[in-house]
C-alpha cells in the first residue's frame, strides 16, 4: 500500500479559541412598556396556560414589576413584601389579592365562553 502524501500539518486543525459568551439574565418586565403590552402578557398566559395559577400569578408579577411595584403594592392595599412573595414562583395568591392586583394595574378580568 502507498503511503498518504497528507502532511501532519494538514490533519491538524486549527481551532480558534474563543471567549466565553457572555450572558445576561431575560426579564421580561424590561419589555412591557405598555399597557396594551402589559394586557396582551396576561392574555396570552390566560389563554395558553389556563390551569398554570402559579404561571399566572408569576405573569401579574412581571407586570406589576414593570409598573412598579412600590406603586402598584400602595395601590392594591398591600405592602411591597407581601405583593412579591404572594406573585413569586412558590407564590400562591388568594384571588381576593389577584383582583385587588389587577385593578391596580388598570386591568379588568373578564369572562368568555369557551
Known amino acids: ?16 479559541k474563543s471567549a466565553p459568551t457572555k450572558t445576561m439574565p431575560y426579564d421580561v418586565a424590561a419589555q412591557l412598556r405598555t399597557p396594551e403590552e402589559m394586557a396582551a402578557y396576561l392574555d396570552a398566559w390566560l389563554e395558553e396556560a389556563p390551569d ?22 400602595k395601590d392594591a392595599g398591600l405592602s411591597r413584601e407581601s405583593l412579591y412573595r404572594a406573585l413569586s414562583a412558590d407564590g400562591n395568591p388568594s384571588f381576593a389579592t389577584v383582583l385587588k392586583v389587577a385593578r391596580a394595574l388598570g386591568m379588568k378580568l373578564h369572562a368568555q365562553v369557551a
Open 1 to 16: 500500500m502507498p503511503k498518504s502524501t497528507v502532511s501532519s500539518a494538514t490533519t491538524k486543525s486549527t481551532v480558534k
Open 52 to 73: 398554570d395559577a402559579a404561571g399566572i400569578a408569576r405573569a401579574l408579577g412581571d407586570i406589576a414589576r414593570a409598573k412598579g411595584m412600590t406603586q402598584v403594592a
